[in-house]
């Protein structure tokens, strides 16, 4: 998995492939997210071309985060397989998925 | 009626005959007799033509009343055996009906889509627990890796309390030389540096069982990591994607299932309109009884004037005796047998009518396979 931070540090776009091989990377990311200052936490899944159930549960863990912090988390574009896996896990019921 | 005391008209006959299609008699009596008996001779020879001619119609209608009645009778009994398999053909697609509703599960239909709505609603839980599952494992492992930042951190911890130790144990060492050099003097420091030495033997006896302990907690942790992880990288998205698949499935099974009910329920439909026009052509078959009765009369009303032309025809030649033995009128006959398209027909007409023959039994001859048994006149046309 690959990932790029924005300047305000509450929005990172992530690339490749999502699996549990990235789980340390992940929780290194979901800090630097929920160090950041804004509201809402984005993560924009645009380019991401593939993703496992490890993956769908390190999102539940940053989303629960997120809440304990009170701040808002979005996944954006979800795009091929990881669409169909949202779709199909109902994702946009636990989080708010933009297209 | 007849009037035999008044010359009839000439003109009157002809158009009558020429009216009712068969040709005109004429006469081919070599002498020519007086005109009213020879008007009478035509009378007789006429009648006597159409005796012959009603007796080989009443045969052709009683033969073909017998032949259509035979056949009627084995159609009437072919339809009632096709009244029979329709209804039964009715009943099994019928039957289909309960098929294309749903599946039977012990003992009780299950409709198609409700077994749909069964297997979304399993496999939204069996996904929903997949991703508990998932999100449980990565807490574990994120826990597990805390845990092992934990203990390594204790066992930079306990390299420094070595460290301490043998300081501890250097100092104590020294303290104890130091004594022995003071002699006397250093009696009460020997004691208290032989103290610090087994306090230090005791911190390093414990710090080595505190390290055989780290030890196997770090193993502990190591063991719980590696088999967490093995847990954690079962990949269950495809399980996952399966209820998309399956979902698929069933939206095509309820799909084909709905076009099978509209089928099925056309097959009912159709299989009773079969049975309905099935019956309904048993029943008109049975009308054929009425058709008998119908022919029966005409055959009873050709027998009548059969009997009324025999017996104008005997008066007759009883008061001139010279009228018997009228020639018949082979002209009009071969007229009126060019009419006859059927070849059998017009054999038999020729036997009766010429050599006066009463038919045989005509009823090998309805199916077409024979010639009449050829009279003498047979040959003649």
């Not at chain 1, 979005?74 to 669409?83: A, D, E, F, M, Y």
């Not at chain 2, 035979?70 to 029979?84: I, M, N, Y």
């Not at chain 2, 306990?158 to 501890?168: F, P």
């Not at chain 2, 998309?244 to 299989?271: G, H, Q, Y």
């Amino acid at each position: 998995m690959r990932f790029e931070f924005d300047a305000d540090e509450s929005k990172v776009s992530i690339s490749a492939e999502f699996t549990f091989t990235d789980h340390a990377t992940f929780k290194v990311i979901a800090a630097r997210l929920l160090d950041g200052q804004d509201k809402a936490i984005v993560i924009d899944l645009a380019k991401l071309e593939f993703i496992d159930s490890a993956g769908l549960g390190m999102l539940l863990i940053v989303r629960d985060e997120a809440d304990k912090a009170r701040r808002s988390l979005v996944l954006r574009s979800p795009c091929g397989q990881v669409k169909r896996m949202f779709d199909v896990t109902k994702f946009d019921t636990l989080f708010t998925v933009e297209a | 009626m007849f009037r035999l005391g008044r010359k009839p008209r000439e003109t009157s006959v002809r158009l009558v005959v020429a009216s009712t299609s068969p040709p005109s008699i004429h006469s081919e009596v070599e002498a020519p007799p007086p005109p009213h008996e020879a008007l009478l001779q035509r009378w007789i020879s006429l009648a006597d033509m159409q005796q012959r001619v009603i007796q080989a119609l009443v045969s052709e209608i009683a033969h073909t009343s017998g032949f259509v009645e035979t056949e009627a009778d084995a159609l009437s009994g072919r339809f009632q055996r096709l009244a029979v398999s329709a209804e039964q053909q009715t009943a099994r697609v019928d039957s289909l009906t309960h098929l294309a509703t749903g599946i039977e599960v012990e003992g009780k239909i299950v409709p198609i889509d409700r077994i749909a709505g069964l297997l979304e609603s399993t496999l939204g839980d069996v996904v929903e627990k997949i991703l508990h599952l998932s999100k449980d494992s990565m807490s574990m492992v994120y826990a597990l890796d805390e845990l092992k930042a934990n203990v390594q951190r204790v066992e930079k911890c306990m390299e420094q309390l070595d460290g301490v130790n043998n300081t501890t144990n250097m100092l104590a060492l020294n303290a104890r030389i130091e004594a022995e050099r003071a002699g006397a003097a250093g009696s009460a420091f020997r004691v208290v540096a032989n103290e610090v030495r087994e306090l230090s033997k005791v911190t390093q006896a414990l710090a080595a069982t505190m390290k055989s302990e780290l030890k196997g907690v770090t193993d502990g942790i190591s063991h719980g990591h590696a088999t967490l992880q093995r847990v954690a990288t079962i990949d269950l998205s495809g399980n996952i994607l399966a209820k998309d698949r399956l979902e698929v499935l069933m939206v095509a099974l309820v799909s084909r299932n709905a076009n099978l009910e509209t089928i099925v329920a056309d097959a009912v439909k159709e299989a009773g309109l079969i049975s309905a026009d099935v019956d309904g052509m048993v029943t008109g078959i049975q009308f054929q009884d009425r058709t008998r009765q119908r022919l029966e009369h005409v055959v009873d009303t050709l027998h009548l004037l059969d009997r009324a032309l025999e017996e104008i025809k005997s008066s007759t030649t009883t008061t001139l005796p010279e009228l018997a033995g009228a020639a018949p009128d082979i002209e009009w006959v071969k007229k009126l047998l060019e009419r006859f398209t059927m070849s059998e027909m017009r054999a038999r007409f020729v036997v009766h009518l010429l050599d006066g023959e009463l038919p045989d039994d005509l009823s090998d001859d309805m199916s077409g396979n024979n010639a009449p048994s050829s009279g003498g006149s047979t040959e003649l046309f």
